[in-house]
């Protein structure tokens, strides 16, 4: 009854490394991509670091995030409240239909481009897009299952969150329950080499895994 699962934006080169890291713990990830910018180059300026922020080709796209899942982030990672429905719909389902001609598969989730959401686009996706479940990135710090998965909120933000993060993966492997819950933690791979945090979130990951009471999943398998 208790799952565990990841989230991480923006399909950036980094997820390489990420996915070595979650494959080594037999964990499972969901990858949410934007279809209009792969292989795209670029860099971002975050804490006084710049760090890569290259996008993965298309064509790359099927075999490196294979075991795991792919959902959707928008087509140029827009601010969805400014937009028309129109546009919501074209950003949001084209880049759904997109994103699933890669991979193989019905893509169903999403993750809000910076998070920005209010009830008219979730409500629109919801309606009128393919998308079963949205996340936002404003954190729960608990496990409990939500009735809106168009406007699901994760249990906690690893990047920002670090100590929220152990402290909430202790009280998931000591919990005892008859009821379903989910420990949801998101982020961007590029993140990692800000502070080079790539060694303390190994050290997450071997603290959580091979628990004989948790399930290791995608967002999909955890949340529908």
Not at 24 to 46: A, V
Not at 160 to 177: Q, R
Not at 183 to 209: C, Q, T
Request: aromatic content about 12%.
């Amino acid at each position: 009854m208790k799952y565990l699962t990841f989230s991480y934006d923006d399909g950036v080169t980094q997820d390489l490394r990420l996915i070595e890291l979650f494959n080594k713990y037999g964990m499972k990830c969901t990858f949410n991509l934007n279809s209009g910018l792969l292989g795209m180059d670029g860099y971002l300026d975050r804490e006084g670091t710049r760090v890569t922020h290259i996008k993965v080709k298309p064509e790359d796209v099927k075999h490196i995030y294979a075991g795991h899942e792919v959902a959707g982030h928008g087509i140029t990672h827009p601010c969805l409240p400014r937009l028309t429905e129109e546009k919501i719909i074209e950003e949001v389902e084209n880049d759904r239909v997109k994103l699933s001609e890669l991979c193989g598969y019905d893509v169903v989730g999403f993750a809000y481009p910076g998070g920005d959401v209010d009830s008219r686009v979730s409500e629109i996706i919801k309606n009128k897009t393919g998308i079963k479940y949205c996340r936002t990135v404003i954190s729960s710090h608990d496990f409990e299952i939500q009735k809106n998965l168009h406007e699901f909120r994760p249990s906690v933000y690893h990047h920002g969150e670090w100590d929220k993060l152990f402290e909430l993966g202790e009280e998931f492997l000591n919990l005892k329950t008859d009821e379903k819950k989910v420990f949801y933690v998101w982020g961007h791979a590029y993140e990692f080499d800000i502070h080079n945090s790539w060694d303390r979130f190994e050290e997450f990951l071997k603290m959580m895994s091979q628990s004989k009471d948790i399930i290791y999943c995608t967002n999909k398998e955890a949340l529908l």
